[in-house]
DNA sequence: GTTGAAATAAGGCCACC
DNA sequence: GGTGGCCTTATTTCAAC
């Protein structure tokens, strides 16, 4: 993981259907060299995959919150099974495990704020394990387009 | 935005990388048109870019938290600036703008523990117009791999 | 809007440095 | 580990349906 392969994975982060000859040229290697760097990069799995990201108005979603939620008995069966649910439902965008007052946090995205709330009724309420949820409306929501190693000491 | 458009989308989510041939082929219609489909999501909007994904532990940064932050006074100014201002360090991922008893949830991923407390107190503590924050770590992170159109009544 | 064929450009392999 | 050349394969344009 030297400066060349850093570069390349957020040119490729950026950009992930650029052409490996465009890439090569960018960092001034040859394409050959470059191929080569980018297949190590899989195959170490410091890249993961390529995603094409999709404009969520145009997919009639435009409507987005972040639902915390609170489970109970705190086992690991619940856990899990929350989880697994969660994240299979069509409306939910990414679900956070974590630490402190709230258990989930779940990112949804529905087509306006009815389908919200039912959701919430249908999906959530009759849950017998969750004790507890509170819904926030997302005004806006920046992502850093890219990821850079961080250093011990930054 | 037919069934076509929604089959080409959820397929260059899994994968951006597959060739247009392959993806013709998988959808049974012509490359030529596959190209043509393609292209017009991605000029509509409908498709905002192609990305690659990357792990996070790879990038030496294995440790992740939701920072929930208030600030005041809540003007214009003030989200505006603290917004940018969180999108534009390297350890945050993403920012939500939220409504509710807090203002901002910041996506955060760093080396260790102990550089998510020198952030903390680094980064946030110094803000005046920080009134509150509170921070849960992270034990896991489900992303929905697709995004699928919902209908007005799913 | 969709297609097939022809031209252009890129990916991928190998011998060499 | 990096490079340059050759062959294979894909992308892209376009005339026709």
Known sequence: MDEL???????????ARQTNRELARKLGIAPSTCLE???????????????AAVDLRALNRPVQALLSVQVRPLSREVIEGFKTYAAGLP????????AGSEDFLVH????????LHS??????SKRR????????VIYQHLSNPVTTP???AE
Chains 1, 2 share one sequence.
Do not use: M
């Open 129 to 136: 394990e969750i004790v507890n949820f509170r819904s926030s």
């Open 108 to 115: 949804v995205a529905v087509p306006d704020v009815d389908q």
């Open 5 to 15: 392969d850093s570069a390349i994975v957020e040119h490729l982060q950026r950009d």
């Open 91 to 98: 409306e939910v965008l990414s679900v956070f495990v974590v």
């Open 150 to 152: 961080l250093g011990p």
């Open 37 to 51: 760097r980018v297949r190590a990069l899989r195959n170490r799995g410091v890249i993961t995959g390529y995603h």
């Open 119 to 124: 959701f919430l009724l249908d999906r959530f």
